[in-house]
């Protein structure tokens, strides 16, 4: 009984507690303010990398020709293409019935 009345006399916010007119706002803390200096650092650090990366435009042109990546994809496609049934016409299902031609 007296949980309940300590939750019954307990002001809350209306609706979801974090989104809307009357919400109920965190406090910054150091280790917030931590967490969110890294993730801009993380993010600025990316960015480096992607505006000035390791290989120039001429070395990274080339490089997938060199590793022979286009042979390698089209040696994989004839290994699928032997392993799938081979393609067969409708003569070729039909041809066990054409075991004697009468009228010729």
Known sequence: MRLSLVNFFKKSVNGHIFRGKN???????????QTLVREYERTEANMKL????????????????????????????REEQLKMKPHVTIAERLAHLKVTDVWD
Do not use: N
Not at 23 to 33: D, G, H, Q, Y
Not at 62 to 74: N, P
């Open 50 to 77: 992607l505006l000035h990366p390791y290989l120039t435009k001429e070395q990274s042109s080339g490089h997938a020709k060199e590793l022979g990546k286009k042979e390698q994809i089209v040696a994989k496609w």
């Open 23 to 33: 919400r109920l706002v965190k406090r910054v803390t150091p280790r917030a303010m």
